[in-house]
């Protein structure tokens, strides 16, 4: 089964129903620059709560106190993992809300995905 193959059976509808007729005759390309605002704004929303939702599950797991600083480090952190991950998504044509929920868990992984990027990335350039 290929990428492709894979990619469509999970997430775009069948041509054979009215709903996946419609869905194929309006599909956008898979431009980045033909994703609205709104989509972009989406990424990184769900990539920066993810960084939220993991810091807050460190101070408690660990009995921290919450310190802002360290949130917005996280969340910076998490902000970045998931918009390289939106654009991963991107460039392997990607579903968009298969995108999205990739850059939530890029964002909710934070520091672990970027390590997990830079392994893939050094194998790459080897």
């Known amino acids: 089964m290929t990428k492709q193959h ?3 059976s999970i997430a775009a ?7 996946g ?3 194929l005759m309006h599909m956008p390309d898979k ?3 033909n994703y609205s605002l709104l989509t972009y704004l989406a990424f990184t929303g769900f990539a920066l709560w993810g960084g939220l939702v993991t810091h807050i599950q460190h101070i ?3 009995k921290k106190k919450f310190l802002w600083r360290e949130a917005m480090m996280q969340v910076a952190i998490s902000g970045f993992a998931g918009m390289l991950t939106s654009w991963l998504c991107w460039y392997m044509e ?3 809300p298969l995108a999205g929920f990739m850059a939530g868990t890029a964002g909710f992984m ?3 995905a970027l390590e997990l990027f830079e392994k ?3 194998k790459f350039v080897e």
């Open 60 to 62: 408690r797991r660990h």
């Open 31 to 33: 431009d980045p620059q």
């Open 94 to 96: 990607a579903p968009t």
């Open 6 to 8: 894979f990619l469509n």
């Open 120 to 122: 893939r990335f050094s």
């Open 13 to 19: 509808p069948k041509p054979t129903t009215l709903v």
């Open 21 to 23: 007729f419609f869905y």
């Open 110 to 112: 934070g520091s672990r």
